[in-house]
């Protein structure tokens, strides 16, 4: 995989190229992957079997990520890096910013995020840290921005939606402009919360 993905993966974007930017960034992303796995109750029992629109999907399946470390080691300033749920925590996040790249990830509604100071758009600074210790000591804090939002017209959407990013001026990306970007795959409206 490492050598196929170092072969082939580069940006192919040009200015041009709709969907590819937001404001002065060039938008990349980093997702997981899904594989069918055979029908067996260990692999059932493992990985579980996902749900369908009409009951359950014939195989349990495995979610799974690679190559995330060696990937955001190559973000260059000037990206803007979305990411799911699944990628949010310190190391990565430190990786990420570390390249002078800007990040946009959705997080989990869990992890703790305080509001250290809210931003005219309803948006917020928080601080991410490698430990408690750390967060006890207010030591190697990463600084983000959080934004909090509801999806409009979608029956099954969690009630509250989590982003966070490294861009902390909301004058240079708004939250409402940055959840629209999040969520223009799914075609959903979102509506930032205060």
């Known amino acids: 995989m490492r050598h196929l993905h170092d072969a ?22 980093l997702d997981g992957s899904t594989l069918d796995v055979a029908d067996e109750g260990g692999n059932e029992a493992a990985f579980g079997r996902p749900g369908a629109s009409r009951g359950e999907r014939a195989f349990p399946q495995i979610h799974f990520v690679s190559l995330a ?4 080691t190559r973000l260059r300033p000037g990206m803007l890096c979305l990411a799911d749920r699944h990628f949010f925590g310190y190391d990565l996040c430190r990786l990420a910013a570390d390249t002078g ?5 959705r997080i989990r509604k869990n992890p703790r995020l305080e509001c ?16 408690e210790r750390d967060r ?14 509801r999806l409009e017209g979608i029956a099954d959407a969690e009630p509250i939606h989590r ?3 490294t861009i902390l001026d ?14 223009e795959r799914w075609k959903s409206r979102p509506r930032v919360t205060h």
């Not at 790249?101 to 990830?105: G, N, R, S, T, Y």
């Not at 250290?116 to 490698?130: G, T």
């Not at 006890?136 to 939002?149: D, F, L, M, S, T």
């Open 8 to 29: 082939v993966v580069r940006p192919l974007a040009t200015g041009g190229t709709k969907s590819a930017w937001f404001a002065e960034w060039r938008i990349v992303s």
């Open 69 to 72: 470390r060696s990937v955001l």
């Open 101 to 105: 790249a800007d990040l946009f990830w």
């Open 116 to 131: 250290d100071r809210r931003l005219p758009d309803s948006s917020y600074l928080s601080r991410i840290y490698p430990s």
């Open 136 to 149: 006890r000591h207010q030591a190697n804090a990463v600084v983000v921005r959080v934004i909090e939002y």
């Open 163 to 165: 982003l966070m990013t």
């Open 170 to 183: 909301p004058h240079r990306a708004p939250a409402e402009r940055l959840a629209t970007l999040y969520h």
